[in-house]
């Protein structure tokens, strides 16, 4: 199966965001030749455990106050044409749009692409500001 899109997720300690990250990333894994890469960067066993229900590719990452690198030993071991990148205390209310722009060929015309990400300022859920976030890049 040839992979288009290659989903790297860092996990540290969140087990509670972790499980509706990855819930909210289920369609896009179960309708689009995907893969999930998750690279783990804390030290609760229950991440880990959490982690290993939803895939197999769990790269440990000893962390150093360094977001970059992490991500790049995500990316490292990406096989697909297109690589995206998301944290554990993210989540996607509907991936509608991502799942459309790969299933309709789209994403053949583009080098990189964008979604919109709700930044809440409050664990209320209620009051927001809307991010373009580029974290969709063709490899």
């Not at 690279?39 to 977001?67: L, M, Q, S």
């Not at 690589?83 to 799942?99: A, N, Q």
């Not at 789209?106 to 409050?122: I, M, V």
């Amino acid at each position: 199966m040839k992979i288009q899109l290659s989903i790297s997720l860092l996990a540290s300690n969140r087990a509670a965001s972790l499980e509706r990250c990855l819930d909210s990333l289920r369609p896009l894994l179960m309708q689009i030749p995907s893969e999930l890469i998750i690279v783990y960067t804390g030290t609760d066993e229950r991440v880990k455990e959490i982690a290993g229900r939803y895939t197999d590719k769990i790269i440990p990452f000893t962390w150093c106050d360094n977001f970059s690198a992490a991500r790049n030993v995500g990316l490292w071991a990406a096989k697909g044409e297109w690589f995206m990148y998301i944290d554990d205390d993210e989540w996607f209310e509907d991936v509608t749009e991502i799942r459309d722009f790969f299933l309709s060929g789209e994403y053949r015309h583009y080098g990189s692409a964008l979604y919109k990400q709700k930044n809440f300022t409050e664990w209320d859920g209620i009051h927001y500001s809307v991010y373009h976030a580029f974290r969709m890049a063709r490899i």
